[in-house]
């Protein structure tokens, strides 16, 4: 505990040096803001002051550490304060640590307060962890970034002294400027002056005018009114005229409404009369449809049998065709070979014949010739 503490005031060091510096920033920017005059500060002297309060803070931090160091009473009140559990309900949620220190154990990253605290140990623990968390936040300053920061100051100071001759110069052109607006104002007030007393008569004018143009506007609308009330009457004979008009008009009409609605009824009687036998109609010829359809269907039924026993006589009347084409066919070359077979018979029989004629004629006249001998 001991070493965190010492930790803590060494970094609290560093950041009471950049809250001077910024003090310093503070109180010349709101001087400069003010329009007095600011003198560059001397840079000996701030340094001096700066290393006196560095002695006494390091003085005051050796005797409050001597105090603190083996103090039992102080440990016992930190581990009541302080308890690393996360079943706790009560925490504090600005001690978000740099990813460079939160990774060590003794950074403590995750401080949970326990539930039942007294209200004065939990502000001493939340002004703790605040100085905790400012002093590691200084801590991580580099000493480049230190001497970036003095540079800065330089730089800021002489912007400062620089802005501030340039203040002044526009202070004193403000105030020739303000000096000459005085004398433009005096002359406008008296302008002004003289043009509330005209714009008093135009307003005096203005009243009389007023004054005659409600006279004649309440006689113009007097006349108006007059003028309405006659053509009111006038309306009103006529609206009355045409009331009477309109409640004839009503009463002819409903005594045609009357006839048209008799007319309607009897069309709708002879209609429902109609539509009555129209259904009896569509009633007889659905039922004649559904015995149609039913000997459609058994005869439908019959024609899918006949089609296809025909299909199978077909098929036989084909083959039975087919044998007696090729029947015919036989038959035909049969006949074909018949007759030129006879017809080779007959001229072989008629060759044989004439053979045996020519044979007779030449045996006749060989034996007439041995007769003769």
Known sequence: MSAFLNRCLCMYYCSNSLSFRASCDDDLASKAEEGAHVED??????????????????????????????????????NELVQVSPMSVQSLGDL????????????????????GLEKSKGKLMEYLLRFRRSIFAD????????????????????????????????????????????????????KVQSLQGEIDNLKRYLEGRRQKINEEENAKRKEIEDENNEKMKKLEKQLADQKTDHQKLIESNQTEEHGERATIYKKESELESEIGKYDQEMTALQEEYDTLDEEYTREKK?????????????????????????????????EEER?????????????????????????????GSRKKK
């Open 139 to 190: 801590m991580l300053t580099t000493p480049e970034d230190k001497k970036r920061s003095k540079k800065y100051m330089r730089e800021v100071l002489a912007n400062l002294h620089e802005a501030q001759t340039k203040v002044n110069g526009l202070t004193k052109e403000l105030n020739e400027i303000v000096s000459r607006n005085n004398e433009e104002v005096k002359r406008t007030t008296t």
């Open 96 to 115: 978000h640590l740099p990813l460079s220190v939160s990774r060590y154990e003794e950074s403590v990253p995750q401080i949970i307060l326990p539930e």
């Open 302 to 334: 019959e024609l899918n049998e006949l089609e296809e026993r025909f299909k199978t006589l077909e098929e036989e009347y084909l083959k039975i065709m087919e044998e007696r084409r090729l029947n015919e066919e036989r038959r035909q070359r049969e």
């Open 41 to 78: 500060p001397d840079p000996g002297k701030l340094n001096a002051e700066l290393e006196m309060m560095i002695k006494n803070f390091q003085y005051n931090t050796r005797l409050f550490l001597r105090a603190v160091r083996d103090s039992e009473e102080m440990k016992t009140i930190l």
């Open 339 to 367: 007759r030129l077979l006879e017809k080779a018979v007959t001229t072989i029989q008629a060759f044989w014949r004439s053979y045996k004629t020519r044979k007779l004629i030449r045996g006749g006249r060989r034996g």
